[in-house]
């Protein structure tokens, strides 16, 4: 792995983050809204419980996806480190780290919830806790790209708001469905901004 990462090149790095987001971005849209359309909110966990267990099948298909996106999160936050490195090498493996925990747990809660190891409430307490390491990441590499000298800081900037805005996961702060919305496009719009400039912008990047 350390050997894969050190021949890695900053351009194909950035390809690779680039491609892998949007990807992740079109698998999660397809699962959220064909596979689990008919299911409950995740918020009502009770309920969840029981639309998993009326329909195991799409439930099944839906946590393939799911670990086929958390694969992809695993491949940025390698390309991510790579990208980054020039910049501060500390806070390129510090971000890379911090998605890496994220994925670990999600993969470990999905998994043990398939096996009914664990029900939908302690799965949840499991997804909630993940994205405490989530978050932190997307403010470390918002830090980091307010850094660098190579990376446009208003992408940057965007990404540390966007970090801030992971607390509607944490606490009910009773807000109206337009403004979650919002607060959902600000996390979306700041990562793929990252990812596009990266595609277009890859041979720039300082290795």
């Known amino acids: 792995m350390k050997n894969l990462i050190g021949s890695l090149s900053a351009s194909k790095a950035a390809m690779i983050v680039g491609i892998a987001f949007i990807t992740s971005v079109l698998i999660v ?65 510090l971000t890379a780290v911090l998605r890496l925990l994220y994925v670990c747990i999600l993969v470990i809660g999905l998994i043990a919830l398939v096996f009914q190891i664990i029900d939908a409430y302690v799965y949840a307490s499991i997804k909630l806790s993940g994205y405490v390491f989530f978050s932190l990441h997307i403010f470390f590499l918002g830090y980091t790209i307010l850094k660098s000298e190579y990376i446009p800081k208003l992408i940057g900037i965007l990404l540390v708001i966007a970090s801030f805005t992971y607390i509607v996961f944490f606490v009910d702060l009773g807000l109206s469905e337009i403004l979650e919305v919002s607060i959902m496009l600000i996390m979306a719009i700041a990562e793929l901004s990252l990812s596009v400039w990266l595609l277009i912008k890859r041979n720039t990047l300082p290795n």
């Not at 359309?37 to 918020?43: K, M, R, Y």
């Not at 009770?46 to 998993?52: G, P, V, Y």
């Not at 267990?53 to 695993?74: H, Q, S």
Request: charged content about 20%; hydrophobic content about 60%.
């Open 29 to 93: 849209s397809i699962v959220d809204d064909l596979l689990l359309a008919n299911f409950v909110v995740p918020g009502d966990t009770d309920a969840l419980s029981r639309d998993i267990e009326a329909n195991r099948t799409i439930f099944g298909f839906a946590v393939v996806g799911y670990l086929f996106v958390l694969a992809l999160d695993f491949v940025i936050a390698l390309a991510l480190y790579v990208v980054l490195k020039p910049s501060n090498k500390k806070l390129a493996l």
